[in-house]
């Protein structure tokens, strides 16, 4: 019995080597390529999804009290400065009879015993929007710009999965790529809630690739690919970071660093001719013309030499039946998921998962920069140590399966954070 079932697995096997379809499905050059398109939208709108960490980050400043102050006043303290004033968002009054009586010299008795809050500052340095935007002690402003671009990511990633199914993953890949680009018109803004309305426009138009953008790499590389697909994915989006750092250490002005990072996305349109169209996408909705056009360059790509005129000879029904789509003809609604309470259970989860994730990592690689030492190499050293693991949670998802791996990493995950509370307050 024990022979008999090696002998029908052999012929399988050999089955499976000599299908035509199989051999279109095995990762090659094709696949290969198509990956490092999509990498490359990825990379740049992580760098996008991160910017106002640098852009929108805390600069030091005092409040401006233009009698007083020279004509290139620096950001610390003077002599003048009365006591008990805090200098980040009060000012002192100047007392005009003393101020006159001591030359027209500022000191610390030429004030009256008032305080009045500024509206202009003196910043140690113009690399972010508080001072081009003269933001000053209005911190809740700065923090709502991430908040803000968070919002237009939720927006984004609820909306782009259905359009990616309306109209293809290629088409959305395309308009979220690009879409980014309105971004870097905030170089050109001088009022704050115009600026956070283009950061949430572009987080709407831009953050929806992390959705549509694995969903492609999947149905490219195969069921069989879909743990090592979303490494890649995740280290695309680790490199992206890395690499904004890295530009944001070298061009410390928030207006060069939008131009770096957003300006590149206009070339994602050469998307329409380079990207191709997932084809189960394609046979879904009945486009097998370009389901065949597909297979012949896969089969160029990859050195299968198929004949044209195999391909050509599939039917319909054939390629289905690979594909496992000949019983898919009705198309799942979202009452379909309130029905049925094995999905709606692992849907809830599995966004609760996500969610909690997602805070924990942007959570620490966001504060991440507020750590002593720079804060550039700190922020890169945040997104280096995810790339173990990502490589872990492959080699595990694989052999000891997905719950057991996503709990032993939340419960470990769980118990670092919390050491950090015993943690010396210098040495965290």
């Not at 992580?46 to 980050?57: G, I, K």
């Not at 790529?177 to 600026?195: A, D, L, Q, R």
Request: glycine share 6%; proline share 3%.
């Amino acid at each position: 019995m024990v022979v008999s079932n090696v002998i029908n697995n052999n012929k399988m096997h050999e089955c499976d080597a000599s299908d035509p379809f199989s051999k279109l499905q095995k990762f090659g050059c094709f696949q290969f390529y198509q990956y490092f398109l999509l990498c490359l939208p990825l990379l740049v709108v992580s760098m996008m999804h991160v910017n106002y960490v640098f852009v929108a980050e805390q600069v030091n400043h005092r409040c401006k009290v233009p009698e007083c102050d020279i004509a290139n006043p620096v950001v610390d303290i003077p002599s003048w400065w009365p006591k008990n004033v805090d200098p980040k968002c009060y000012k002192p009054i100047l007392d005009i009879k003393k101020y006159q009586a001591n030359n027209n010299t500022c000191s610390d008795v030429t004030f009256l015993e008032q305080i009045e809050k500024c509206n202009s500052w003196i910043f140690e340095n113009h690399n972010s929007i508080i001072s081009e935007l003269n933001l000053g002690c209005d911190s809740w402003k700065v923090s709502l710009v991430g908040s803000i671009h968070n919002a237009g990511m939720i927006v984004s990633m609820m909306i782009t999965g259905w359009i990616a199914d309306k109209i293809g993953r290629k088409p959305t890949v395309i308009i979220c790529s690009i879409g980014g680009f309105v971004g870097m018109f905030k170089i050109f803004v001088t009022n704050y809630y115009t600026y956070i309305a283009l950061e949430f426009l572009e987080s709407v138009l831009a953050s929806g690739l992390y959705t549509v953008a694995v969903v492609l790499l999947i149905e490219v590389g195969g069921e069989t690919k879909r743990v090592s697909t979303g490494v890649i994915f995740s280290y695309a989006v680790y490199m992206g970071e890395i690499s904004f750092a890295l530009l944001a250490m070298g061009f410390k002005y928030w207006k060069y660093l939008i131009l770096l990072v957003y300006t590149p996305s206009i070339l994602f349109i050469s998307f329409t001719i380079f990207l191709r169209e997932s084809t189960r996408w394609q046979i879904l909705h009945g486009r097998m013309d370009d389901v065949k056009k597909t297979f012949k360059i896969t089969s160029k790509m990859n050195g299968l030499h198929l004949p044209q005129e195999t391909i050509d000879a599939w039917s319909d029904v054939e390629i289905k039946s690979k594909y496992n789509l000949e019983m898919q003809i009705e198309k799942e609604t979202m009452k379909d998921v309130i029905r049925s309470k094995e999905i709606l259970t692992r849907l809830a989860v599995t966004s609760f998962c996500f969610f909690t994730s997602s805070f924990l990592y942007y959570g620490l690689i966001i504060h991440s920069v507020l750590l002593p030492g720079d804060k550039y190499t700190n922020f890169i050293l945040t997104s280096v140590v995810s790339f173990p693991g990502d490589l872990l949670a492959y080699y595990t998802m694989n052999y000891i399966g997905r719950r057991i791996t996503l709990q032993c990493g939340y419960i470990i995950t769980a118990i670092f954070l919390l050491a950090q509370i015993f943690s010396p307050d210098r040495k965290y």
